[in-house]
């Protein structure tokens, strides 16, 4: 079943045309990719299905429901979640509160327990840094704390805007893991990312975007030997 449905979306920054007419279609329970350099138009796409920004043209459809116009706090309540680029965790609060944030929309107290033990299943260094201040958390935590947060949520569309920012490879490789993981247990993921190798290794589609058209689209596999993204993307290099 179709999660997400992008129809010849058109998104503009004043007169500039961000997004110029996108197709896009992310099915229930897939990882589906957004791939592309700085300026691509990766971010404004999350942007819109989350409903900070308008659209000039075209249909967003979320379950077949028209979420084009819909407010940020109405598409939230419908199990939209992103994660955003660069964490944007509470610095100053616990690791324990920041994931609470994150359940504002639930009301059910044993839904949020659930929650907090599914996140800590998926991190356990969470777990055992519940108390400590967000700050204090190295790079990689903290965004397992962004992931976590969002989680929390209940997402039954999770957005995430370049997850490996910045991250040593290592702890690349681990949150990528973690996110098949959680698209495994039933949760749908939309994500954005530059990192093409290590994205298309655990995507089921990907598309590719420059300067707000879609290039280039496929499965995860036959993107990966795609030599033109080999090229451009993965610097020649497809094991790379």
């Not at 504002?104 to 260094?125: D, G, H, L, M, Q």
């Not at 201040?133 to 999770?158: C, N």
């Not at 996110?179 to 290794?201: P, R």
């Not at 036959?222 to 080999?230: C, S, T």
Request: no cysteine; net charge neutral.
């Amino acid at each position: 079943m179709e999660a997400l449905s992008i129809k010849d979306l058109k998104v503009s920054y004043g007169s500039i045309e961000a997004l110029k007419g996108i197709n896009i279609s992310v099915k229930e329970s897939q990882i589906v990719a957004l791939l592309g350099s700085n300026g691509a138009g990766k971010t404004t796409t999350l942007r819109k299905i989350s409903g900070v920004l308008d659209a000039i043209e075209g249909r967003v459809e979320f379950f077949g429901k028209d979420i084009t116009k819909m407010p940020i706090n109405k598409i939230a309540s419908l199990g939209i979640i992103q994660s955003p680029e660069g964490r944007q965790v509470f610095r100053d609060l616990t690791v324990e509160e920041n994931l609470r944030t994150g359940a504002y929309t639930i009301k059910s107290k044993k839904a949020i327990e659930e929650n907090f033990n599914r996140v800590y299943s998926y991190f356990p260094v969470l777990k055992e840094r519940k108390n400590q201040i967000a700050s204090t958390l190295s790079g990689g935590e903290q965004q397992m704390l962004a992931i976590g947060r969002a989680l929390m949520g209940s997402p039954k569309l999770l957005l995430l805007d370049e997850p490996s920012l910045g991250l040593a490879p290592l702890i690349v490789k681990n949150i990528f893991e973690i996110i098949k993981e959680i698209k495994n247990d039933g949760t749908t993921v939309l994500i954005v990312e530059q990192n093409a190798s290590q994205t298309l290794k655990i995507a089921d589609y990907a598309y590719v975007l420059e300067v707000g058209k879609i290039i280039m689209e496929g499965s995860g596999d036959e993107l990966k030997d795609n030599p033109q993204l080999i090229e451009a993307y993965l610097g020649g290099n497809k094991n790379n």
